[in-house]
């Protein structure tokens, strides 16, 4: 016996030991019919057996027990300025004629959002970020999303993915503009944390919640490109889980796994093994289908195949020193810049 | 049910003109609620009883759902709507949080799935999750305006609900909204099941010839009977 092994329609034929009254009225018996088959006890019961009547009442019981259902008895609605707060509709809301409104009088208004708006005053720099967190939470289920105020920027969004940083803050607007005062702050803010790599100004009062995201290297004030071209371009503006993704293809590209090839029949050298894995993985890499920015740094990897062997066969026979792993990986960079 | 949450295109009001829902407060509020509501039942009616916690996988909450749906509505262009806001609000709301329970358990192991097999070969997907009780929690819902009044009459039964004695109050509570056990809530209240089944019926039954005597008691609306100004 478990705990829904009891039947309703037992009960519907039987005196109870604690005197409670026999169901003899078809509307509860077939009601206590139901509630077996809610609970799992029956199967549906027939309701063809009942007059009319009777299956009219039992409908409106049934109806509204199933309209009922995750239904919180003393929940409340939020009001409509706490819902809209951080939004770029929550301007429309603060007109005179809509601040003197007559909410929550009369038979048609809702009297628990005027109770609990009345109670809970709206913090509306909150809202903001929380509406910023919640963009953020499902754009990508590898980061941390993080709400919380940054010394220099207030309100703020924290998204950690391993090492890489951003931190996104409500920048108001309709798109994200970066005035002069606005880049001195974001280059204060990336020069004092070193494991800051972005700061996201999102233009919050947009539906999209438009996002220019920006790195060190953008606001500085020059920079020297191999290719001597100066005319460094800001990643473009987008809308806000877009425009994560997008730097986590750039930063954190997810790399297919290595698949070991099983049927080999020579005997294991790790020089080979290495050699092989990285002239595959590196063809694979390199010939990506990426334009721009992203397809030149996959494409400038070809030509590593050695520089990586070395480093794989270096670290699976001794255990160098991070300095020596930093010196490797620095190579590698700069060999393909 | 593959269809996108916004069913509208987005866009503020032309300047000039106010949003008709945002010049109607009593009506936008009352929309807001029952929205809420319709979010609660797509999200926890399948939760049945098991003291389950009224939260989404990932963070999101049903607050967070009625925000989303909230702007839905107020960006849709009123030019462009061909049945009330009631019924719109519905279909909406219906489409934020079916997204959200979606979203929240995209991923998740399936509770049937052997110990040691991968984490990522196993979705649970919202489908699996509507179970034959759930299903028969959602009918009603290819008539939105239908279940706009159905709403309206829940929110009409809560306040009553909130006024009952003990232990009417409580087993009312745990049966019509939680979805407990009979069992479950006997022993809570130290009544045999079968006394719990009698008292639920009966107090529902009564409450609703209440609610219904009352001519403010919404009722089920026909189809295109409300309003789509």
Redesign the interface.
């Known amino acids: 016996m478990n ?2 092994d ?1 039947s ?1 329609a037992e ?1 519907a034929g039987r005196i ?1 030991a ?1 005197a ?2 026999t ?1 003899t009225d078809p ?2 018996a077939a ?2 019919s139901y ?1 077996d088959f ?2 799992g006890l029956a199967g549906r019961p027939d309701l063809d057996q009942l007059s009319a009547d009777d299956r009219r ?1 039992v409908s ?2 049934i ?13 409340s ?4 300025e706490a ?2 707060a951080g ?3 929550e301007s ?2 603060e ?1 005179p ?2 601040a003197r ?10 009297r ?3 109770q609990v708006d009345a109670a809970r005053p709206i913090d509306r720099e909150r809202a903001r970020v929380e ?1 910023i967190a ?1 963009a953020l ?2 754009a990508d ?1 590898r980061v941390r ?1 993080t709400a919380g105020p940054h010394k220099l920027l207030g309100p703020a969004v924290t998204v950690t993915y391993l090492d890489l940083q951003i931190v996104f803050f409500p920048a108001g607007g309709h798109s994200p503009v970066i005035s002069r005062h606005t880049r001195g702050v974001l280059s204060r803010v990336l020069g004092d944390d070193a494991g800051l790599d972005y700061v996201g100004a999102v233009a919050d009062d947009s ?1 999209e919640m438009l996002t220019q995201l920006l790195s060190a290297s953008d606001l500085s004030p020059a920079a020297a490109t191999p290719s001597d071209d100066m005319q460094l371009r800001w990643p473009p503006v987008l809308a806000l889980p877009l425009a994560l993704r997008a730097m986590l293809e750039l930063a954190a590209p997810v790399w297919e796994p290595f698949v070991f090839d099983t049927s080999r029949l020579e005997p294991l050298q790790l020089a080979d093994i290495a050699s092989s894995a990285t002239h595959r993985v590196l063809a694979r890499e390199t010939s990506r289908a990426y334009r721009s920015d992203k397809g030149r740094a996959y494409k400038s990897f070809a030509g590593s195949e050695t520089a990586f062997t070395d480093l794989i066969v270096m670290l699976a026979t001794s255990r160098p020193a991070d300095a020596a792993v930093a010196d490797a990986l620095d190579r590698i960079a700069r060999d393909a810049a | 049910m593959n269809e996108p949450a916004s069913v509208g295109p987005a866009g503020l009001p032309p300047v000039g003109q106010p949003h008709p829902l945002l010049a109607d407060r009593k009506r936008l509020d009352r929309i807001t609620s029952n929205m809420d509501l319709t979010i609660q039942r797509t999200l926890y009616g399948h939760l049945l009883g098991d003291g389950q916690e009224r939260l989404l996988h990932g963070g999101a909450s049903a607050r967070d759902v009625l925000q989303e749906s909230l702007l839905d509505l107020l960006r849709y262009d009123p030019a462009r709507l061909t049945t009330s806001w009631e019924g719109l609000s519905v279909i909406i709301a219906r489409r934020r949080a079916i997204d959200a329970v979606r979203e929240s358990t995209r991923g998740r192991r399936a509770a049937d799935t052997a110990a040691g097999d991968p984490d990522q070969v196993t979705v649970v997907s919202f489908d699996a999750l509507l179970d034959e009780h759930a299903g028969a929690a959602c009918s009603g819902w290819d008539d939105p305006e239908q279940a706009f009044a159905r709403n309206e009459q829940q929110k009409a039964l809560r306040r009553l609900i909130r006024e009952l004695p003990e232990p009417s109050r409580t087993i009312v509570s745990a049966l019509h909204f939680e979805g407990r056990s009979r069992v479950e809530i006997g022993r809570q209240v130290n009544l045999t099941p079968q006394r719990v089944g009698q008292i639920y019926t009966k107090t529902l039954r009564e409450l609703l010839e209440k609610a219904q005597s009352d001519p403010d008691f919404p009722t089920d609306t026909p189809r295109g009977e409300m309003t789509s100004s």
Not at chain 1, 77 to 80: A, E, F, L, Q
Not at chain 1, 101 to 110: L, P, T, V, Y
Request: aromatic share 2%; proline share 3%; hydrophobic share 35%.
């Open positions: 705990d829904r009891f309703g009960a109870d604690h409670e009254p169901i509307v509860d009601l206590a509630l809610l609970e009442r409106a019981v109806g509204s027990l199933l309209a009922g259902r995750g239904i919180e008895l003393d929940g609605t939020p009001s409509v819902l809209l939004t770029e509709l429309l809301l007109s004629d809509l409104g007559d909410r929550g009088q009369g038979s048609g208004g809702d628990e959002a005027a509406r919640h939470r499902g289920s999303v539906s």
